[in-house]
């Protein structure tokens, strides 16, 4: 085996050390999978990342420590935000490995074999796993825009409209919740009528998503007395609902982050703008004084 400079040791360290995080990580999200084919699977990918952690000791010929807090937290992504998310996620950093493997390949050419391998994970990765989330990710859309672009409409022209925290927070949940329930009723019933055998459960992401969302908006008129205050930080809120649902989606459904976001951002804060216009123009047509 040709003898390797101490720069470049140090570089493959680096390599081994991830190599050998991601095993633990694959090895510990497998054992909690009940499922025995996606177990089977990440068993295999777990090993493959270990083979390579044995590929690049022969060049160290070191061990070294894995990162335990990457570890950790990809098994408490996977278990919080589902399987297909966090190994996604992971993914990511893989496929900057691949450009740092790349580096090396003139002055170790059986590394393009660890390129390879990486390449085949992510084929098997994308077809890997069955989760209920993200098959009903069309619900939940369906549940989170309405009810960011609704509510945040509703209390915005509530807020110029009335000027009172305990009424605008009254109103708007009386009015998110019955709309949530007629959100969820529509979407069983369009599922229904196009023969969906799962429109229950559909219906049921739909309000869910609606639900939770008109919680995190109206919130901020719970706990505070300025009307205008409650009003920026519920906008606030819309918008941070709106960056971690499109980057969760960008990430496990491989689509555009920056395009999604931007739709949904425009439009609900188009519609928020709109409706406080229209407050405005409601409260001095009819003289409203609370």
Avoid: C
């Amino acid at each position: 085996m040709e003898k390797i400079s101490e720069d470049l040791k140090k570089k493959i360290l680096v390599y081994q050390k991830y190599e050998l995080t991601e095993y633990l990580i694959y090895n510990k999200i497998a054992n909690k999978i009940k499922d025995e084919k996606n177990k089977y699977v990440l068993k295999s990918i777990a090993e493959d990342e270990k083979k390579h952690y044995e590929f690049w000791k022969k060049y160290t010929e070191k061990d070294v420590k894995p990162n335990y807090f990457m570890v950790y937290f990809y098994y408490f992504i996977s278990r919080l935000f589902g399987l297909i998310f966090g190994i996604k996620l992971m993914e990511k950093g893989e496929e900057q490995a691949q450009l740092t493997y790349e580096d090396i390949v003139d002055k170790i050419p059986e590394a393009i074999s660890i390129i390879k391998d990486e390449d085949k994970h992510e084929n098997e990765l994308i077809n890997l796993i069955h989760e209920d989330k993200l098959n009903y990710v069309g619900s939940i859309v369906l549940g989170l825009n309405d009810a960011l672009v609704e509510l945040t409409g509703t209390l915005a022209g509530l807020t110029f409209a009335l000027r009172n925290t305990n009424i605008i927070a009254i109103s708007g949940l009386i009015t998110g919740i019955a709309a949530s329930f007629s959100m969820a009723a529509s979407e069983f019933l369009s599922k229904r009528s196009d023969g969906d055998e799962d429109a229950l459960k559909s219906s049921f992401y739909t309000g869910i998503a609606y639900i939770l969302t008109v919680f995190f908006l109206i919130l901020p008129y719970l706990l505070l007395k300025n009307y205008f205050l409650a009003l920026s930080i519920t906008l606030f809120i819309a918008v941070l609902i709106i960056l971690i649902f499109n980057f969760y989606i960008s990430v496990a459904k491989d689509m555009s982050f920056k395009k999604r976001f931007l739709e949904m951002f425009f439009i609900s804060m188009g519609v928020s703008a709109f409706s406080f216009f229209v407050g405005y123009l409601v409260r001095i047509i009819f003289g409203i004084d609370i």
